[in-house]
Structure formats: structure tokens, C-alpha cells
């Protein structure tokens, strides 16, 4: 068995596929797994991180708003489109693998339509309620859609079916516990704080996280670990340093461009501070985190800020607007948890309440139907 994934942009497309390939080779561990991304995507960081062959080709893509710089962008989009298909058909004849999974990212178009006029059995997981682009537009090629919520299926195209699986976290955000990833990390009991800015970096959270920072770090009374993300590293470690805050000499602090041990640092955490991506929520659920969550504004229908509300609703997260955030907000807000321990324990049932613990098996058994016309035990 040989399944090649096609993911990339951000942690949000490219975890899900980690996480689908962990649990099939959980299973079948001889089974070979391959990557396809783009080479200058954190994919091509992450997956040979997670121990996969990462092949890449060049893709970008389309800009929405008109402008001189994006039109000149979208040109040498148009051309890496051809481009990147004769690139994707290329890997494909080299690896001849089963099957082709994508789950987000501009990458997954060509590699998926290549694949599928090759005859190579192809399937695509949507983890938000409005889906993407390339999603879309995939539904006309591959042989099975996935989405991760019933929200999706009425926003793409009537004329097939698709099957509801819930979003794939890693294996090992499902067994984790606290105490098991606290011993891990060397952490004592003192309360933890998880915080990132995206996998790329929000200027807004992180200038608010500076704030909070300088509210807490020198005390040590709390454990911290934020992620600054990559463009973040522009600015964010002198921001830190003007805030009084000398980080590197800190040992209740890690401040990092990106958090490579998540499973870890997310299990040991008593509050997580994100955004609002579907995988994001997944991992929070599945893990019973309460959080403080920041939906990006940036995103195609606003798709963030009805996940965060989602778990907000149900007592399970803080959601804070970012046109609202300031560091003074954000400070009350986790004083206001983190001082009455009795409302993070309820936050933690109602997150663990949302979880769909068995979305892997789910896409699991879509895959091996389609490989061998028959469901798997």
C-alpha cells in the first residue's frame, strides 16, 4: 500500500494529513506514505519532521483583491499552475502510489486532478463548515469528499455524496493525558499557558501576548508557552526584551517560532490562547482544554469566528474578536480563568463534551473502501 497526501499552507491543512497518516500506519505499519507540498511551505518543515518523504513542487495561489502587486502575483500564478501540474505528474509516475489523499491548500489541486486522470484513487477532507476553494472545485475529480462538519455539504455541489467524519487529530493528542505530558516537559504544578499566533504569525495576538507576558513572566508564577510564528520573528523577540521580559533566562518561559511538540505542549496546558481553525478546535476538544480564542478576520466567509462562537456557546471558550484585543483584555481575561480554577474545570467538561474521538477511524475506513472496495477492521 503506497498513499501519497497533498497538503500545505498552514498547520490547519497540514496536521490533518499527519494525523491521517499516523493512524494508517498504526495499522498497517509496512505501508509505504509519501508527502507532496510545496517547497517553500512549512510542509516542508512538518512532514519530514513527522518522519515522511516530503517531494516538492512549486505552487501558488490566486489573489482575490485587485491591485499591481496582486495582479503581477496571480501571472506567475497562472504559470506555476501548468507548471506545478506537470510537476505533480511527474511525482506521481515516479512514486505510482494507490491512492491520493489531500486535505487543503492550493497544492491539493493539481496533485488531485493529476491523479485522478491517471486512474489513482483519490479522496479530499474539508475541515471547516464553508469550504474552500479548491475544495470545490476537487468535488469534480476525486472519488470521495470528506468534510468535517454537516454544515459543509449544503455549500458545495449537490450532485454527489459526501460523508461526515469530523476533523483527524494526531494519535497522540487522543491518549495524552496531563500528568503523562507534564512529567514529559519537566513542568512542576504550577498552572500552564499555551499561546500561539497562527502558524504564521498574528501581529495582534502577539503584540497582546507581549502584554501578558509583561504581566506575569517575572513572577513565575505561571508556566508559558507561546509561538511566535514566522513572521512574527521579525519583531516579536525585541518587543518582548522592551517589555522588561528576558525570556532566554526565564525558566518558566519557551518562546518559539513554531511548536513542534503540540501533542505535548497542549496535553500539559491548562489554558490554551489560538486562533480558531477547525484542527485547532479538534485538538482543544479532543484534549478538554478550556481556551481564550482569537478568530482571524482574514478568512473566506469569516469561518473562524462561527467555530470560536461554537465553543463559546457551549461554556467551553472565551472568544475575543481581534478588533476587540488589546493586552489589557487579554490579561483580564486569563486573570479571570486562571484565578477561579473551578470555571477552567467546567470550560474542560464542555470542551470534552464537543469531541469527536473517532474522526480518524472514520476517514480510515473511507480510505480502505476506496482501496479495497470493502470496509477494514
Not at 505510482?96 to 489541486?109: E, F, I, M, R
Not at 478538554?288 to 478568512?299: A, C, T, Y
Request: glycine share 8%; proline share 5%.
Amino acid at each position: 500500500m503506497h498513499i501519497v497526501f497533498a497538503a500545505g499552507g498552514t498547520g490547519g491543512h497540514i496536521n490533518p494529513a499527519i494525523a491521517i497518516a499516523g493512524t494508517v500506519r498504526s495499522k498497517h505499519p509496512e505501508a509505504k506514505i509519501s508527502f507532496i507540498g510545496n517547497r517553500t511551505g512549512m510542509e516542508a518543515t512538518l512532514v519530514p519532521k513527522a518522519g515522511y518523504d516530503f517531494y516538492p513542487i512549486d505552487v501558488a495561489g490566486f489573489q482575490r483583491k485587485l491591485s499591481w502587486t496582486n495582479i503581477k502575483r496571480n501571472v506567475d500564478a497562472l504559470y506555476k499552475v501548468f507548471a506545478s501540474t506537470a510537476q505533480a505528474g511527474k511525482l506521481l509516475r515516479q512514486l505510482q502510489p494507490d491512492l491520493a489523499v489531500g486535505t487543503g491548500g492550493y497544492v491539493c489541486g493539481p496533485v488531485l486532478r493529476k491523479a485522478a486522470k491517471m486512474g489513482i484513487k483519490t479522496a479530499t477532507h474539508e475541515q471547516n463548515a464553508f469550504p474552500g476553494v479548491t475544495t470545490k472545485m476537487l468535488c469534480k475529480f476525486v472519488d470521495a469528499v470528506m468534510v468535517a462538519m454537516p454544515q459543509a455539504v449544503s455549500r458545495l455541489p449537490q450532485n454527489r455524496s459526501y460523508t461526515v467524519t469530523g476533523n483527524p487529530v494526531r494519535e497522540s493528542m487522543l491518549h495524552m493525558t496531563r500528568a503523562q505530558a507534564r512529567k514529559a516537559l519537566g513542568l512542576d504544578d504550577r498552572p500552564m499557558i499555551l499561546s500561539c499566533g497562527g502558524s504564521l504569525g498574528a501581529r495582534r495576538i502577539n503584540e497582546a501576548v507581549a502584554e501578558l507576558l509583561a504581566w506575569h513572566a517575572n513572577s513565575g508564577k505561571y508556566y508559558h508557552f507561546h509561538a511566535i510564528g514566522k513572521y512574527g520573528m521579525d519583531f516579536m523577540p525585541k518587543l518582548i526584551h522592551s517589555k522588561g521580559v528576558d525570556y532566554e533566562h526565564l525558566p518558566n518561559l519557551r518562546i518559539t517560532e513554531y511548536i513542534y511538540d503540540m501533542d505535548l505542549c497542549m496535553a500539559a496546558a491548562d489554558l490554551v490562547i489560538n486562533r480558531a481553525g477547525a484542527t485547532t478546535l479538534s485538538e482543544l476538544q479532543v484534549q478538554g482544554k478550556p481556551s481564550i480564542l482569537i478568530p482571524s478576520p482574514n478568512v473566506a466567509e469569516n469561518h473562524q469566528y462561527y467555530n470560536a462562537k461554537a465553543l463559546a456557546d457551549n461554556g467551553a471558550a472565551i472568544l475575543i474578536e481581534e478588533k476587540d484585543l488589546t493586552g489589557q483584555v487579554l490579561i483580564e481575561a486569563v486573570q479571570a480563568l486562571l484565578e477561579h480554577p473551578e470555571r477552567l474545570e467546567q470550560m474542560h467538561r464542555q470542551a470534552a463534551a464537543m469531541a469527536v474521538y473517532d474522526a480518524n477511524e472514520r476517514i480510515y475506513q473511507v480510505l480502505m473502501e476506496l482501496l479495497y472496495d470493502k470496509p477494514q477492521d
